[in-house]
């Protein structure tokens, strides 16, 4: 079955910048998306089509991709965007949509 | 305001059987395909199912074909899981998720609030 791994933890100091990577075979054929999760709450769609922000998300989160890698920056980072995130894409059918093992982003 | 509430869980028995719901509203639901995503506790998420619009297209993952039946019924704003021969694996929040399609890609916008899922005996 198709996987996406992330690391399992990022930590950082306020105002500083948070990377997130996500890797799969698939990903040079399809888009990755990102969704940021906080305790007791649904996830939210912070990042689309790789790097494309959804209205109302803030300008500090971008996204970028790289082969079989994409990334999720977070540049100024603050205490609110402590979180779970988590990338999803699909196989290389499209017909399996499958989400990453997630990333829990510690501020200090 | 786009709005996804999910009803239906509840505590069941290993082997039994449950209907999820998602009533939708603040958009044209009958334009949107849909989705459902569980997480068992403490866990990732899993994406579940996905059907089409008009509910001539339809997946599942492997975890849960066979047993789940996805549908909806557009005149009433509403989307299903049927959840059958259930097991304790099945133990989750099982969210439903607006898909949003643009070209050959697509992704999930709003989430609902979840509804939790507990199989034991």
């Known amino acids: 079955s198709y996987e996406l791994t992330q690391p399992p933890s990022v930590s950082v100091s306020p105002g500083q910048t948070a990377r997130i990577t996500c890797s799969g075979d698939?990903?040079?054929?399809?888009?990755a998306y990102w969704y940021q999760q906080k305790p007791g709450q649904a996830p939210v769609l912070v990042m689309y089509?790789?790097?494309e922000r959804p209205s109302g998300i803030p300008e500090r989160f971008s996204g970028s991709s790289s082969g079989t890698t994409v990334t999720l920056t977070i540049s100024g980072v603050q205490a609110e965007d402590e979180a779970d995130y988590y990338c999803?894409?699909?196989?290389?059918?499209?017909?399996?949509?499958?989400f990453g093992t997630g990333t829990k982003v510690t501020v200090l | 305001e786009v709005q996804l509430v999910e009803s239906g869980g509840g505590l069941v028995q290993p082997g039994g059987s449950l209907r999820l719901s998602c009533a939708a509203s603040?958009?044209?639901?009958?334009?949107?395909?849909m989705n459902w995503v569980r997480q068992a506790p403490g866990k990732g998420l899993e994406w579940v199912s996905y059907i089409s619009n008009s509910g001539s297209t339809i997946y599942y993952a492997d975890s849960v074909k066979g047993r789940f039946t996805i549908s909806r019924d557009n005149a009433k704003n509403s989307l299903y899981l049927q959840m059958n021969s259930l097991r304790a694996e099945d133990t989750a929040v099982y969210y439903c998720?607006?898909?949003?399609?643009?070209?050959?890609?697509?992704?999930?916008?709003?989430w609902g609030q979840g509804t939790l899922v507990t199989v034991s005996s």
């Open positions: 089509k790789d790097s």
């Open positions: 999803q894409s699909a196989d290389s059918s499209g017909t399996l949509y499958v």
């Open positions: 603040g958009f044209t639901f009958s334009s949107y395909e």
């Open positions: 998720a607006r898909d949003i399609r643009k070209g050959l890609y697509n992704w999930f916008d709003p």
């Open positions: 698939a990903l040079p054929k399809q888009y």
